[in-house]
């Protein structure tokens, strides 16, 4: 169990504290932050240099004095631009899970990677999905990944399938990449993405991305279930419901 009266460590102590400082104070001198933080100089110009050198803090050379630089401005408003988008994307999945009676995940593409940010679970089905907030799903093998790079060059497409470890998780996994570029040009077709038991089986997924203002999405949104409740019927009508979500969602972000 973390001692909360204590960091675990001691140089993010110094580190953010150093920060803390400056943010409160502005520019400073190396002999007024370390006595403030209670630290030896030779350890707080240690620390000032750490932060300077990745970009937190910059040093007047003419005074002298350290100063925050922008980072942090820039971080706390794409942590914010992040926190208002699930604001205002979390209704239109609440609407799509009532309208669905299915879950509905949004994720955001890192890498080669997708991350899930948002999860709406109906309270229609006693099954529910494993998936959680923050876990990771290969862009290859899922309905949200294949829709999002879709949206990319064939020369990305490439770059993140040889950055992939390709593993046929499931019998119905993609694994040649000829098949792979065939299944993103229907995508490209139809307008949305089909997980057929590629990632878990049993559990089919339909989804579509979210480009906004860019021609590249780094987000997309899909509805998971079961099998049994996924046959090409019910396929047609959850692509259906996906593509009007797609659209009302993209209207609401260019009002």
Request: charge should be negative; include cysteine.
């Given at each position: 169990m973390v001692d909360k009266k204590k960091n675990p460590i001691q140089v993010a102590d110094r580190l953010f504290g150093a920060v803390e400082y400056l943010s409160a104070h502005g520019a400073s001198t190396l002999t007024e932050v370390s006595e403030a933080l209670g630290l030896n100089k030779s350890t707080m110009h240690r620390v000032l240099a750490s932060l300077e050198f990745m970009n937190y803090v910059t040093q007047d050379p003419i005074t002298g004095k350290y100063d925050l630089t922008m980072k942090l401005t820039e971080l706390?408003?794409?942590?914010?631009?992040?926190?208002?988008?699930?604001?205002?994307?979390h209704p239109h999945l609440k609407q799509l899970v009532k309208a669905s009676g299915e879950t509905v995940h949004f994720v955001k593409r890192d890498g080669k990677d997708a991350?899930?940010?948002?999860?709406?679970?109906?309270?229609?089905?006693?099954?529910?999905?494993?998936?959680?907030?923050?876990?990771?799903?290969?862009?290859?093998?899922?309905?949200?990944?294949?829709?999002?790079?879709?949206?990319?060059?064939?020369?990305?497409?490439?770059?993140?399938?040889?950055?992939?470890?390709?593993?046929?998780?499931?019998?119905?996994?993609?694994?040649?990449?000829e098949e792979f570029l065939e299944a993103l040009a229907d995508v490209r077709?139809?307008?949305?993405?089909?997980?057929?038991?590629?990632?878990?089986?049993?559990?089919?997924c339909v989804a579509a991305s979210l480009e906004f203002m860019k021609q590249e999405a780094e987000y997309a949104f899909s509805i998971s279930a079961p099998i049994q409740r996924m046959d090409?019927?019910?396929?047609?009508?959850?692509?259906?419901?996906?593509?009007?979500?797609?659209?009302n969602i993209q209207e609401d972000f260019d009002r």
């Amino acid at each position: 169990m973390v001692d909360k009266k204590k960091n675990p460590i001691q140089v993010a102590d110094r580190l953010f504290g150093a920060v803390e400082y400056l943010s409160a104070h502005g520019a400073s001198t190396l002999t007024e932050v370390s006595e403030a933080l209670g630290l030896n100089k030779s350890t707080m110009h240690r620390v000032l240099a750490s932060l300077e050198f990745m970009n937190y803090v910059t040093q007047d050379p003419i005074t002298g004095k350290y100063d925050l630089t922008m980072k942090l401005t820039e971080l706390s408003f794409r942590h914010r631009q992040h926190f208002d988008l699930l604001q205002r994307i979390h209704p239109h999945l609440k609407q799509l899970v009532k309208a669905s009676g299915e879950t509905v995940h949004f994720v955001k593409r890192d890498g080669k990677d997708a991350v899930y940010i948002d999860k709406a679970e109906s309270d229609q089905n006693q099954v529910q999905m494993v998936s959680r907030i923050g876990s990771r799903i290969p862009l290859y093998r899922s309905a949200v990944g294949k829709a999002m790079l879709a949206t990319l060059s064939e020369d990305m497409v490439e770059k993140i399938w040889r950055q992939s470890t390709i593993e046929r998780i499931t019998p119905y996994t993609i694994t040649d990449y000829e098949e792979f570029l065939e299944a993103l040009a229907d995508v490209r077709r139809r307008g949305y993405a089909l997980d057929n038991e590629e990632n878990e089986p049993g559990v089919r997924c339909v989804a579509a991305s979210l480009e906004f203002m860019k021609q590249e999405a780094e987000y997309a949104f899909s509805i998971s279930a079961p099998i049994q409740r996924m046959d090409n019927d019910r396929i047609r009508v959850l692509s259906a419901l996906i593509l009007e979500t797609k659209k009302n969602i993209q209207e609401d972000f260019d009002r």
